[in-house]
């Protein structure tokens, strides 16, 4: 399944090194332009700068062909770009935590899953161990 990313969950899933899973999971996941250019951000942890300058084969950067629906313009630019190329690309799902671009995809008919839906599929196909995943600065 193709799937398209929002910042949020490949921001979290390098940060806890659980980014791998979702190779596991999909067979292509995308990442639009803004989403790319919002984990190289200066402020974004250094690990999530280091992924995205040299990202895996599975995960594709693509810029949408069509302009954002003007309905869009209340989300953030990388909610944007991923909703549209949900639907150019006929996504099987977009990934995300944010609620605005969650809801939008909802009422778009896309699927969504975050973060926790991510690593709770990854769990119940024994991908990983929820117990044994290393948060850092937690004790």
């Not at 899933?13 to 995308?30: H, M, N």
């Not at 313009?73 to 605005?100: I, S």
């Amino acid at each position: 399944m193709l799937v398209v990313a929002d910042t949020t969950p490949i921001n979290y899933l390098v940060l806890i090194a659980q980014i791998d899973i979702l190779a596991s999971l999909y067979e292509e996941v995308v990442v639009p332009s803004a989403v790319a250019e919002e984990l190289r951000h200066p402020k974004a942890p250094p690990v999530v700068r280091a992924w995205i300058a040299a990202p895996p084969l599975w995960c594709t950067i693509r810029q949408p062909q069509a302009q954002p629906d003007p309905a869009l313009m209340h989300l953030g630019a990388g909610e944007r770009e991923a909703l549209v190329l949900a639907e150019e690309l006929r996504a099987g799902a977009f990934l995300t935590d944010d609620l605005e671009g969650r809801e939008e995809a909802m009422h778009r008919g896309i699927e969504v899953t975050g973060t926790l839906g991510i690593l709770e599929r990854a769990a119940q196909r024994a991908l990983l161990d929820l117990l044994r995943i290393p948060v850092e600065g937690c004790h």
